[in-house]
């Protein structure tokens, strides 16, 4: 199970410029893990945080449980996130 998403809000009249991406791959030991990245657009430094999933089921919801919040961004930040590159 390998998996990437990556999304942008864009919203220049409240300069709003964020990418978040979601990658899902098998480290050496064949542990699934959860790689989440966000940040401003354009910066070379973001966030990242990497979470160790128990199976793909667990992995799913974790991916899952960041893309609703995602969803929420126009509430929160002023700004929809649009998926810009996707690969499975």
Do not use: H, W
């Amino acid at each position: 199970m390998l998996q990437f998403i990556r999304l942008e809000a864009v919203n220049p009249a409240r300069n709003v410029r964020r990418f978040y991406e979601v990658a899902v791959t098998r480290d050496l030991l064949d542990d699934l893990v959860v790689t989440i990245r966000n940040g401003r657009i354009g910066c070379r430094r973001g966030q990242e945080r990497t979470i160790i999933a128990a199976s793909e089921a667990d992995a799913a919801r974790i991916v899952a449980q960041q893309l609703r919040r995602r969803a929420s961004a126009p509430r929160r930040i002023g700004a929809e996130y649009r998926v810009v590159g996707k690969a499975s």
